[in-house]
T-cell receptor, first 113, second 115 residues
């Protein structure tokens, strides 16, 4: 089945720094999504991308749907302590079981005040 | 609006015991999903349902069963618990697939330990 490679696995940064993480796939997706999971909670949707090349922002977060439809990246600008958590990318196609989300293994972000 | 509610939050089972993880959503979503999350491994799909009375296997269904008698509820059953089923389980729902799907809404998880 389709697999997503998400990198880096973990990041330990200073407050105020910018963060960049990405996801690549061996096959194309029609939708890319980015989720954040706080400790002890379920993932929460941050950004959804529906078109190749699309660039979308949500506050300090910016995500792009790669032009090849096989990759996506998420940037966080001017990180703050509450950005701590695990960030997951997810890809989706349409129709039947192909419509189920496939998740990357996550990027664990730690922010030092 | 409660969203997706999972119970219990924590549970310790002995090997061979059985239990049901409960999941309920109040958003009238057709699609519901069960995932397990192991450290560093992301989320693996166990079972999913596209509507009441319809369920299908995901990537890691062995050792689990589901039912979907109503739109709201999607319980996950473990019949003979094994240590390999120690994990955090997440239930999720979505209104439909396709270009207008804004992703899944997740519950807050059930942390299960099998000893």
């Amino acid at each position: 089945g389709q697999q997503l490679n998400q990198s880096p696995q973990s990041m330990f940064i200073q407050e105020g720094e910018d963060v960049s993480m990405n996801c690549t796939s061996s096959s194309i997706f029609n939708t890319w999504l980015w989720y954040k999971q706080d400790p002890g909670e379920g993932p929460v949707l941050l950004i959804a991308l529906y078109k190749a090349g699309e660039l979308t922002s949500n506050g300090r977060l910016t995500a792009q749907f790669g032009i090849t439809r096989k990759d996506s990246f998420l940037n966080i600008s001017a990180s703050i302590p509450s950005d701590v958590g695990i960030y997951f990318c997810a890809g989706q196609n349409y129709g039947g079981s192909q419509g189920n989300l496939i998740f990357g293994k996550g990027t664990k972000l730690s922010v030092k005040p | 609006n409660a969203g997706v509610t999972q119970t219990p939050k924590f549970r310790i089972l002995k090997i061979g015991q059985s239990m049901t993880l409960q999941c309920a959503q109040d958003m009238n979503h057709n699609y519901m999903y069960w995932y397990r999350q192991d450290p560093g491994m992301g989320l693996k799909l166990i079972y999913y349902s596209v509507g009441a009375g319809i369920t299908d296997k995901g990537e890691v269904p062995n050792g689990y069963n589901v039912s979907r008698s109503t739109t709201e509820d999607f319980p996950l059953r473990l019949e003979l618990a094994a240590p390999s089923q120690t994990s955090v389980y997440f239930c999720a729902s979505s209104p439909r697939q396709g270009v207008t799907n804004y992703g899944y809404t997740f519950g807050s998880g059930t942390r299960l330990t099998v000893v």
